[in-house]
């Protein structure tokens, strides 16, 4: 009996410890001192899905090609979530993303009348974007405001 309850201790306590972050990375913890490591396009991707780690750390390890995500297709980190409204209604990104020198290219995007359109929507204090570079972006998000490549409005 002891040792089933230690079984179940342990159980939880792994559970507990994979859902302290929303994201699946390719490694890190989302800390300063271990970011989340974004290897792959589906890394960058699924930041956009999880509000929860806009806060954290991240660094990219790899140059990365979105050529696989068109028109609506790729998540924007912290966009706006009531387009409805004048001002920016949603969650945004405040963490830290370190380009680590690489390169995001083929960032394609195409809406009508959406606001906050980028790789990141709306980057407020203290967020950072720093050492990341982009090729071949096309942005077209019709009449939509705060538009841009890499930060639609910080």
Same mark, same amino acid.
């Given at each position: 009996?002891?040792?089933?309850?230690?079984?179940?201790?342990?159980?939880?306590?792994?559970?507990?410890?994979?859902?302290?972050?929303?994201?699946?990375?390719?490694?890190?913890?989302?800390?300063?001192?271990?970011?989340?490591?974004?290897?792959?396009?589906?890394?960058?991707?699924?930041?956009?899905?999880?509000?929860?780690?806009?806060?954290?750390?991240?660094?990219?390890?790899?140059?990365?090609?979105?050529?696989?995500?068109?028109?609506?297709?790729?998540?924007?980190?912290?966009?706006?979530?009531?387009?409805?409204?004048?001002?920016?209604?949603?969650?945004?990104?405040?963490?830290?993303?370190?380009? /680590?020198?690489?390169? *995001?290219?083929?960032?394609?995007?195409?809406? =009508? !009348?959406?606001?906050?359109?980028? #790789?990141? $929507?709306?980057?407020?204090?203290?967020?950072?974007?720093? /050492?990341?570079?982009? *090729?071949?972006?096309?942005?077209?998000?019709? =009449? !939509?405001?705060?538009?841009?490549? #890499?930060? $639609?409005?910080?």
């Amino acid at each position: 009996m002891r040792r089933s309850k230690s079984l179940l201790v342990l159980a939880v306590a792994v559970l507990l410890g994979a859902s302290a972050s929303g994201g699946t990375y390719s490694g890190g913890d989302g800390s300063a001192e271990n970011p989340y490591w974004i290897s792959t396009a589906a890394d960058l991707n699924e930041i956009g899905t999880n509000s929860e780690d806009w806060g954290s750390y991240f660094i990219l390890t790899n140059d990365i090609d979105l050529s696989a995500y068109t028109g609506t297709a790729f998540n924007i980190i912290a966009p706006d979530t009531d387009n409805e409204q004048p001002l920016f209604q949603g969650t945004p990104f405040t963490g830290t993303f370190d380009g /680590n020198g690489h390169i *995001v290219s083929n960032f394609t995007y195409t809406s =009508t !009348g959406t606001d906050y359109i980028a #790789l990141f $929507g709306y980057v407020a204090s203290p967020g950072e974007i720093k /050492n990341l570079g982009m *090729v071949d972006v096309n942005v077209d998000a019709g =009449t !939509g405001y705060y538009v841009g490549g #890499l930060v $639609g409005l910080n």
